[in-house]
């Protein structure tokens, strides 16, 4: 269950920077890989869906860190 937490908050990690960096920048950084860009029910507010990911990331690995490993 831990490795599992902590690849969501990886991905969830991976997935907030890539949003943020699209937005603040103006650059696709690997163009097709942004799951916020391609939710087209986000638009307008992707810099906050891109926070919210980040948040859940670190939220994500806390939760990892306190389970047991085994």
Do not use: N, P
Not at 25 to 53: C, M, P
Request: proline fraction near 0%; charged fraction near 15%; charge should be negative.
């Amino acid at each position: 269950m831990k490795q599992i937490l902590e690849l969501l908050g990886f991905v969830a990690l991976v997935q907030g920077a890539l949003g943020l960096v699209h937005e603040i920048t103006g650059i696709g950084l690997l163009h097709g890989w942004g799951l916020v860009q391609r939710l087209g029910f986000l638009d307008g507010y992707e810099i906050y869906a891109s926070v919210t990911l980040l948040v859940l990331a670190f939220a994500l690995f806390a939760a990892a860190e306190s389970r047991k490993s085994g």
